[in-house]
């Protein structure tokens, strides 16, 4: 019977990369993790991904793996509205201390 564990990934050709290994997944062999990045073999946990995250295993072989989702860019516009908010905000600061400044100074 062959060995259903991951194979050193392509990326590296190690065998299992140092890391910590996650709780126990109740001993049913072929489980993903919780969070998808490892994969219990039946006697241990085995990295789901490669280390450059270009390959995943999918239980009997490292296939491409799939783009994660886009994030959304909604939070960006709001970024970029505060900046320019906060620097119109310091002009007007700076441009009434001038004025304060200068006034009694008169012409």
Same mark, same amino acid.
């Given at each position: 019977m062959a060995d259903a564990s991951p194979p050193g990934s392509p990326a590296t050709g190690s065998s299992e990369p140092a890391a910590p290994t996650p709780g126990p997944a109740g001993g049913l062999a072929g489980r993903y993790s919780p @969070?998808?990045? +490892?994969? $219990?073999d039946g006697s241990s946990w085995k990295p789901a991904y490669s280390e @450059?995250?270009? +390959?995943? $295993?999918?239980?009997?072989?490292w296939v491409p793996a799939q783009a994660a989702p886009a994030r959304s860019q909604g939070g960006s516009g709001l970024m970029i509205a505060l900046i320019v908010?906060?620097?119109?905000?310091?002009?007007?600061?700076?441009?009434?201390?001038v004025v304060i400044v200068l006034k009694p100074l008169g012409p």
């Open positions: @969070d998808g990045f +490892w994969w $219990w @450059d995250r270009l +390959w995943h $295993w999918n239980g009997q072989t908010g906060a620097f119109v905000l310091v002009l007007v600061v700076v441009a009434v201390i």
